[in-house]
């Protein structure tokens, strides 16, 4: 069965109370059983994770290694910071797919740069909560169609 890991990084567990004019109204815990329900329905195996810790995020990338086949990461705010967390993908060499919530070329310029961009199968942005499964289905047809 094919296994990937869901990395959420700092401030998504305040979704649904966060700037809900720019992230919504949904809540961590509804994308995760929509993960999770989608995952099932697709045969894959789920692993669910968020962290405001950026240390915690790069433990779990290199975790993933012989653990999943796959990264979905939405590193929010690292995402324009984070060398590091750039680095520790190039390092665990499995396909990641850069997710946010908010479409972040339409947002400040400094939301433009992404390091993680750089090392990431693609990028999905601006589709809420969506985006996730989006992207669960742009990770299985590369892992269906590489592996």
């Not at 962290?51 to 939405?74: F, P």
């Amino acid at each position: 069965m094919t296994s990937i890991l869901i990395l959420n990084g700092p401030n998504l567990n305040l979704l649904g109370t966060r700037q809900p004019e720019v992230y919504g109204h949904i809540t961590l815990d509804d994308i995760e059983t929509l993960c999770r329900s989608h995952g099932e329905a697709l045969g894959m195996d789920v692993a669910f994770l968020q962290s405001n810790s950026e240390g915690a995020l790069l433990e779990a990338i290199h975790s993933a290694k012989g653990a999943h086949d796959g990264i979905i990461l939405n590193a929010g705010a690292y995402t324009h910071t984070s060398i590091a967390l750039m680095d520790a993908i190039s390092s665990v060499e499995l396909p990641v797919i850069e997710l946010h919530l908010s479409n972040v070329h339409a947002r400040e310029e400094f939301r433009h740069v992404s390091y993680i961009a750089r090392v990431a199968l693609g990028v999905i942005c601006g589709f809420g909560a969506a985006g996730y499964p989006l992207a669960m289905d742009a990770l299985l047809g590369h892992l269906t169609r590489d592996g």
